[in-house]
């Protein structure tokens, strides 16, 4: 069974600390993808990468960056939270690069004080 | 890519058949059309994808006629478990690169006792 895991499910943190949300996938795909989703804004994709050490911006990078080491683990870092990046933040992978079919994560609820 | 409309919200019971209807009116001759799932509190599913006329899996019919500006999914006889939220996109294939997948509003189902 495929399987996206994310290290927490619930995170509290303090607005300015540096935050890590780390990403493990056991498919072997090259692509993967952060997104957040917030009630009446849908999914908003952050960031993707087609291979380790390579990623793109998505529609919302600003006060995101990422880093991809390994091919199996997407790490998504918030360099100063805020309380506007209180949310729901998904990882995704998939085989293809078109992404047609994603396997998602269970989430991670990150909330900033 | 073709915007997507879907009913906001649908009431079934269980063992009943569910039909959810999404219109894409403009969609193009290489997009496909995806469905995905999503539970509370868990990143969305993929579903089932289809181009043209039906395709069935072991969860649910994706029914789409010839002019391809809808679709249907069907999931046969309902379960509480189906209450979620179903998402309609449309997908550009063979791009070579990365889909931007558009999550709207979606559907919520609920199915009663």
């Known amino acids: 069974d495929v399987k996206v895991t994310q290290s927490s499910r619930y995170l509290v943190k303090r607005t300015g600390e540096k935050v890590f949300l780390e990403c493990v996938q056991d498919?072997?795909?090259?692509?993967m993808f952060w997104y957040r989703q917030d009630p009446g804004l849908g999914l908003r994709l952050i960031y993707f990468s087609y291979d380790v050490k390579m990623k793109e911006k998505g529609d919302i990078p600003e006060g995101y960056s990422v880093s991809r080491e390994k091919k199996e683990r997407f790490s998504l870092i918030l360099e100063s939270a805020s309380t506007n990046q209180t949310s729901m933040y998904l990882c995704a992978s998939s085989l293809e690069r078109e992404g047609y079919e994603q396997y998602f994560g269970p989430g991670t609820r990150l909330t900033v004080t | 890519l073709a915007k997507t409309t879907q009913p906001i919200s649908m009431d079934s019971y269980e063992g009943q058949e569910v039909n959810i209807t999404c219109s894409h009116n403009n969609i193009a001759t290489n997009d496909y059309i995806t469905w995905y799932q999503q539970f509370p509190s868990q990143g969305p599913r993929f579903i089932i994808q289809?181009?043209?006329t039906k395709v069935t899996n072991e969860v649910a019919s994706l029914f789409i006629p010839a002019d391809r500006k809808s679709s249907t999914l069907s999931l046969p006889r309902v379960s509480l478990s189906d209450t979620a939220v179903y998402y309609c996109?449309?997908?550009?294939?063979?791009?070579?690169?990365?889909?931007?997948?558009?999550f709207g509003a979606g559907t919520r189902l609920a199915v009663h006792p």
């Open positions: 498919m072997d795909h090259e692509n």
């Open positions: 996109l449309v997908v550009r294939g063979g791009s070579g690169g990365y889909n931007k997948l558009i």
């Open positions: 289809g181009y043209k």
